[in-house]
């Protein structure tokens, strides 16, 4: 006798909740056991100078440039005024002595502002000096 003659017969499924279960236990515990390396600064090894240099030789082909923290510009300790990053430009330009290519050195206050020491360095661009450098003060705090 065939009592389940009239029942149909259930099609087998999947069930994928279990898996996607799995699958997100996997997921998190891969998650919180890679590790992500954070540079929270830079690290940099400057140069160092061994030798002095001798200022004689040095002298002609120098341009000193100082910016005082209101923004006022001197060039070899002459004050100078300007409106334009053109008008610093033919002033540096002048200071060479139709030198072939001087380094400048820009010695900035520490409360000049960023601008104007970019504005510096764009007008010995605009002059065709690729020579910039920068002063700074070495403090000894290790003492």
Avoid: C, W
Wanted: no cysteine; aromatic share 6%.
């Amino acid at each position: 006798m065939n009592f389940q003659r009239g029942q149909k017969k259930e099609e087998p499924e999947i069930n994928l909740v279990p898996m996607i279960d799995v699958l997100l236990v996997i997921l998190i515990f891969l998650v919180i056991t890679t590790t992500y390396s954070k540079f929270s600064e830079l690290e940099i090894t400057l140069p160092q100078a061994i030798a002095e240099t001798d200022k004689k030789s040095d002298a002609p082909q120098v341009i000193d440039v100082s910016v005082s923290a209101k923004g006022d510009y001197t060039i070899d300790l002459v004050p100078i005024k300007f409106t334009s990053i053109e008008g610093l430009r033919d002033a540096l330009r002048a200071a060479s002595k139709n030198q072939e290519n001087p380094a400048i050195i820009i010695s900035a206050d520490t409360k000049a502002t960023h601008q104007s020491v970019i504005t510096v360095m764009e007008a010995a661009r605009l002059a065709g000096y690729n020579q910039v450098t920068f002063t700074t003060e070495v403090s000894n705090n290790n003492q």
